[in-house]
């Protein structure tokens, strides 16, 4: 929950920005120097003020970034849609060099070979020797983070320049999955208020603390990076004379 509540923000940008790097063949949202792509002082992530972002030199020159499929997690487990979509996968590589794929009629009996009479079935309990699940709920703040930036990347993957894009309208329709799902649950907070403990001022810096603590937040300090002699003169004017 901690590290949730403090990343919270910068993670759902993250989640985004990659969905982003893709369609838009390699945008970047770091910079080259942030080896860890951590946007941690003394970098930051790019910004929409500084749009267009460089594009990332391996889609350039080295490999074709843009996706060859989307596929939809939830989708591939229904009865309905699961052999659909690994047809998408199977499709993805099919005709690659040194790669056999079986043919396409036989994929919805792999598929309920493997996912409905599989002898060892999925392990959707993953709540054994942790935290019970309903530990983790969002808020209903959170939720509507996430309501409003997936009304964004859908808004954004409906556009005209992408309608005749098969990997758009996938994505936008997995996106509209997850603005259901995360409606309901919006619906049924509301519908059924938790205790709202009173706002806490200083639970922000407890949570900076905290991270700190257990060595986060703190990737490019001073005295580590002095310490990478073929980095630190790349970067040594980043830094303050006095700061460590």
């Known amino acids: 929950i901690k590290w949730r509540d403090l990343k919270f923000e910068k993670e759902i ?6 969905i982003d790097y893709y369609m838009e063949q390699g945008s970047k949202y770091w910079t080259d120097l942030d080896f860890d792509r951590v946007g941690e002082k003394p970098f930051h ?3 929409d003020e500084e749009k267009p972002w460089p594009k990332d030199i391996h889609c350039i020159n080295d490999i074709d970034c843009f ?10 487990r229904r009865h309905n849609s699961g052999a659909d979509e690994l047809r998408k996968i199977a499709n993805a590589v099919r005709y690659q060099k040194e790669m056999t794929v079986i043919s396409d009629e036989a ?7 493997t996912f409905i009479h599989a002898a060892a079935p999925n392990n959707d309990n993953r709540d054994v020797g942790g935290d019970a699940a309903e530990s983790f709920k969002f ?3 959170q939720l509507q983070a996430i309501a409003n930036k997936l009304e964004f990347m859908k808004e954004k993957y409906s ?13 936008v329709s997995a996106i509209e999955a997850y603005i259901s799902d995360v409606g309901e649950e919006r619906a049924y907070m509301l519908a059924n208020p938790s205790p709202t403990p009173p706002p806490n001022p200083d639970y922000h810096q407890s949570l900076v603390d905290w991270y700190a603590g257990v060595g986060g937040g703190n990737r490019y300090e001073k005295d580590k990076v002095r310490a990478m002699r073929g980095y630190w003169p790349l970067v040594k004017q980043l830094y303050n004379e006095t700061e460590r």
């Open 159 to 171: 556009a005209a320049e992408w309608a005749n894009v098969t990997v758009a309208q996938d994505l």
């Open 67 to 76: 996706p060859k499929a989307v596929i939809s997690y939830e989708k591939l």
């Open 13 to 18: 940008e993250l989640w985004a920005w990659h």
């Open 107 to 113: 994929i919805g009996c792999v598929w309920f070979e």
């Open 45 to 47: 992530f790019l910004t």
């Open 139 to 141: 808020t209903n703040t």
